[in-house]
């Protein structure tokens, strides 16, 4: 992969990365009270943006290596953070006091990581 393509990859990753984490969370909160959009493709959204967090920190990570970028602090303290709110989100989904608010968690989680993502293109 050439490096004048990593970056154009990287860009359009965090308008999936927040896009994607919009609609899954506004979907989430929105299931959690209408119990009618509680629907299998609610899950196929919300993993597939949970998956571009992962994607935006591997073409991150080879877009710093391949090119020898300076990254910033802040930018990759919030790239991780994404990663490890999507693994904080799964480890809480079968906890017994997220009984019946798992909609909850995944929309307020989902509109979080979507924030971090806005947040990194401020920087």
């Known amino acids: 992969m050439t490096a ?7 860009d359009g990753g965090a308008w999936a990365l927040i896009a994607l984490n919009a609609a899954a969370g506004l979907w989430a909160l929105g299931a959690h009270v209408r119990p009618a959009l509680r629907i299998r493709a609610l899950w196929v959204v ?3 943006a949970q998956l571009v967090a992962f994607y935006q920190a591997i073409t991150g990570v080879l877009l710093v290596t391949s090119d020898d970028r300076e990254l910033s602090d802040l930018h990759a303290l919030y790239g991780f953070s994404a990663i490890i709110a999507v693994g904080i989100l799964y480890s809480y989904r079968t906890s017994p006091f997220m009984r019946d608010k798992e909609y909850l968690l995944y929309g307020l989680g989902c509109l979080f990581i979507m924030g971090l993502g806005l947040r990194e293109l401020a920087l």
């Open 4 to 10: 004048s393509v990593l970056p154009s990859l990287h």
């Open 46 to 48: 919300v993993i597939a």
